[in-house]
């Protein structure tokens, strides 16, 4: 099987799967959390290169407080196990997004991760922590801005150097899990030309069976990037 060299996820579900189960919405995040170890170590044994997956959105700030909170600390707690499984597989591990608005002790653990995972020479896993598509490429902007960029030397090639996904190619494959049919503010410079596959399952029910079956989809289709047939 032809694999994508980059694949992005959109782990959704979680909420829905636990009010399913007649548990806890943060129990639901914890399956959720599972399922992305497991899917990892598998897309790695696979040969994928890259995996980018939506681990928390701008927009999630938004939601209740008490969640927020319970969810950065889960997310907090995750990289710690993170760190440990990506050095047992070889896997990098980095984070993208606006990591201004994130508690100290996240931020430390997210470094920290990045830091023992540096050497490390098989898929890169990126995690979306805090991040979101248009906040994305307003800080391109203004970072283009502060260094003084005339407007006669901005190109497509120039912005993208300045986004948080600067040396990773764009993702070939895009999964969004639940039955969601939209990007929710992904990676939107980035999957300008990606194939997107959808499934009805939710995130904590997929496996690696499902990743398969997407890029076997993605074998299917022809990539003409804008070009004819």
């Not at 047992?88 to 997210?110: F, T, W, Y």
């Not at 283009?144 to 040396?167: C, F, Q, V």
């Amino acid at each position: 099987m032809e694999k994508p060299k980059h694949v992005a996820i959109i782990m959704d579900g979680n909420r829905r799967w636990a009010k399913e189960h007649g548990i806890v919405r943060t129990s639901g995040h914890k399956v959720g959390a599972d399922t992305l170890v497991a899917l990892c170590k598998e897309a790695s044994n696979m040969g994928i290169e890259y995996l980018t997956v939506y681990a928390f959105s701008t927009e999630n700030m938004n939601r209740n407080q008490m969640e927020v909170s319970l969810l950065l600390n889960l997310i907090t707690e995750y990289m710690k196990y993170c760190r440990d499984i990506s050095m047992e597989n070889n896997i990098r591990v980095r984070s993208i997004g606006d990591r201004s608005g994130l508690p100290e002790l996240l931020k430390k653990e997210i470094l920290l991760t990045e830091e023992a995972t540096s050497c490390n020479t098989g898929m890169l896993l990126t995690l979306a922590i805090n991040y979101g598509g248009r906040n994305e490429i307003v800080r391109a902007i203004r970072n283009i801005t502060h260094d003084g960029i005339s407007e006669d030397n901005i190109t497509e090639e120039l912005i993208a150097s300045y986004l948080d996904t600067a040396d990773v190619p764009d993702p070939d494959l895009v999964i969004r899990t639940s039955g969601e049919y939209r990007l929710s503010n992904f990676l939107l410079w980035q999957i300008a030309y990606s194939e997107l596959v959808f499934t009805e399952k939710y995130w904590p029910d997929y496996t690696a069976d499902d990743l398969k079956q997407a890029i076997e989809q993605y074998n299917g289709r022809s990539r003409r990037f804008g070009t004819s047939d």
